[in-house]
């Protein structure tokens, strides 16, 4: 089995990455700059069994999306699940004081890249190939500071949708995960570490569940998705929350 995870190398990308990271299995971990966390992630897939494959590219461009799907196609010719976690916060703000081209950066990232990730991926899928993409509550409420990765998070749904029913006659399957807050480096990227605490404790009480979800929570939700057991489930957003959308 071969999976490509991008922004592979932390959070719920590295996660991923490392659940994947079965004996015989190829895992693709696409990073941008961090080369001690691509290396650290490396070794964790290797102690696990499984072959690390080190991709360096930027899938906020056209040319790093494309870049990161040859890598793959370099040493294999089937792909069975592409996920996609890289996230672009570096415009975090208020969308009143954001640099318009860095916005429109993060919607490369955060969203568009998918057209070029997918377009590239199709010689190597296969009947059973999965794509999932990584949203967020931001998607669907207005989150502070967050207005360079909400937006884009909900075009990235949108697109899932019309690629699911593009993929489905060929067997391909293309879904939506959605979490509500989340303790990673993209949360403590867009906030203070005393503005992510308040995020985190708020989330917890506000969660009809009496905590907050914990990262494992949604890989589980990925693996399922990236299964045989989601055959039919296509064009969907599966929210991992204990009902924290609901509010």
């Known amino acids: 089995m071969t999976i490509l995870v991008t922004g592979g190398t932390k959070g719920l990308g590295r996660e991923t990455a490392l659940r994947f990271a ?11 700059s961090d080369d001690a966390a691509a290396e650290w992630t490396a070794a964790e897939i290797r102690a696990r069994g499984a072959v690390p494959h080190l991709v360096r590219a930027d899938v906020g461009t056209i040319a790093g999306a494309r870049a990161a799907v040859a890598a793959v196609a370099d040493v294999t010719d089937e792909l069975g699940q592409l996920v ?10 208020p969308i009143l004081e954001m ?26 899928f296969r009947r059973g190939s999965a794509v999932v ?10 989150v502070p500071g967050y207005g360079a990765v909400g937006p884009p998070k909900l075009l990235g749904e949108i697109l899932i949708s019309y690629l699911a029913v593009e993929l489905a ?22 906030l203070t570490d005393a503005e992510a605490e308040k ?9 009809p569940s009496g905590r907050r979800v914990e990262i494992a929570e949604v890989v589980d939700a990925i693996e399922f998705l990236c299964s045989d057991r989601a055959t039919m489930v296509q064009g969907q957003r599966l929210n991992v929350d204990g009902g924290f959308y609901l509010r």
Do not use: K, M, W
Request: with cysteine; glycine share 6%; aromatic share 4%.
């Open 84 to 93: 996609h976690c890289a996230v672009d916060t570096g415009t975090a703000g």
């Open 133 to 142: 993409f990584v949203s967020s509550r931001g998607s669907q409420a207005v």
């Open 99 to 124: 640099d318009p081209e860095g916005f429109a950066r993060a919607v490369q990232c955060n969203a568009s890249a998918l057209i070029p990730l997918v377009q590239s991926a199709l010689p190597l």
């Open 22 to 32: 079965t004996p015989g299995n190829d895992v693709f971990v696409n990073y941008r």
């Open 199 to 207: 995020r985190l404790a708020r989330a917890t009480e506000l969660n």
């Open 169 to 190: 006659p060929l067997g391909v399957r293309a879904n939506t995960v959605a979490a509500s807050t989340l303790d990673t480096e993209a949360l403590r990227a867009v």
